[in-house]
């Protein structure tokens, strides 16, 4: 089976949920993530298939402060 994702990779399953982290994956398709559980203040894990996972768009925010400025002639 071709792998979908890698270790390090955002995800989130397809139906929604918290963004979580491939930990690993092995060569059946089952991933294991890792996320932070906002209601028990703990970070959970479990295994999941890969076709019920979507790769998280996660491209990081720059700060206002940090953006280049425009030139403006």
Known sequence: ???L???G????????GPLMTVSNEDADGFV???YYNGMS???E??????????SANTTPEVPLTNRPRSSMS
Request: no cysteine; net charge positive.
């Open 9 to 16: 990779d955002a995800v989130q399953l397809r139906s929604g």
């Open 1 to 3: 089976m071709i792998n």
């Open 45 to 54: 894990q479990f295994f999941t298939t890969q076709e019920s996972l979507k």
């Open 32 to 34: 294991h993530v890792i």
């Open 5 to 7: 994702f890698k270790k």
């Open 41 to 43: 203040g703990k970070i």
